[in-house]
């Protein structure tokens, strides 16, 4: 297998989560007794999100760029980022190295795609809902999403930054999650994109009114993708 590299710590729930279904895909698709080669670079996420609140993405790509070389000179063969927002770093993260960086959206698009899913909502932070780095890598890929509603976009930024990342999951939160799916099923989607991987605790993939694409499930399981192809 490649060794791949994991840049987190944004959260440390989401890298926890990662590196869990990583090497549960492994331990499924690899030689009995496998696990994932993976170096882990587990980011301090306050100074990140300091330089968020001062909308300072140079700042935070300087960050991640540092990471990434870090861990290819420790020998990481390919990178993964595990939060989804801080791809709009993505164009700078993948000149700084010469390895491939995977893109979440790219992995997501490409999912959405094979199951001929063309119309979508997309929930994450306001900067994933309303911001164009993700969206049109979706959109790229033939998926028509739903506009974002500026009252979803406050709800759920603040669920996932007050609450989800400091580990607290809640009944309210919960609730509000189904009732803005069910709404958005009630707009035309046809499916939900669930691009940020703490909005899982609230969020029942398996069982909901309309197809829920995890993005950091398929993420994931493109991350073992790429690690088992040696060609």
């Not at 803005?180 to 703490?198: D, F, Q, R």
């Amino acid at each position: 297998m490649r060794t791949l590299g994991l840049i987190g710590g944004m959260s440390w729930i989401s890298t926890r989560a990662f590196y869990e279904r990583i090497n549960r895909n492994v331990q499924k698709r690899a030689q009995p007794m496998a696990s994932a080669p993976m170096l882990i670079e587990s980011l301090d996420y306050s100074r990140i999100y300091q330089a968020k609140q001062s909308d300072d993405w140079d700042g935070m790509a300087s960050i991640l760029v540092d990471s990434a070389r870090r861990l290819e000179d420790a020998g990481a063969e390919g990178l993964v980022v595990a939060a989804n927002t801080m791809h709009k770093c993505y164009d700078r993260l993948a000149e700084a190295v010469s390895i491939p960086v995977l893109h979440i959206a790219d992995s997501v698009g490409k999912a959405m795609q094979e199951a001929k899913c063309t119309n979508a909502a997309l929930l994450g932070t306001r900067f994933i809902m309303t911001e164009s780095f993700y969206r049109q890598r979706l959109v790229s890929y033939g998926v028509d999403l739903l506009p974002p509603d500026p009252s979803d976009v406050e709800l759920v930024d603040g669920i996932i930054y007050k609450e989800l990342m400091l580990g607290r999951v809640t009944r309210d939160a919960e609730r509000a999650l189904k009732s803005i799916i069910t709404m958005k099923e009630k707009e035309g989607a046809k499916a939900i994109v669930l691009a940020c991987t703490e909005l899982e605790l609230v969020v029942d993939t398996d069982a909901n009114v309309l197809p829920v694409f995890d993005s950091t499930d398929i993420h994931c399981k493109a991350a073992v993708d790429w690690m088992l192809d040696a060609t």
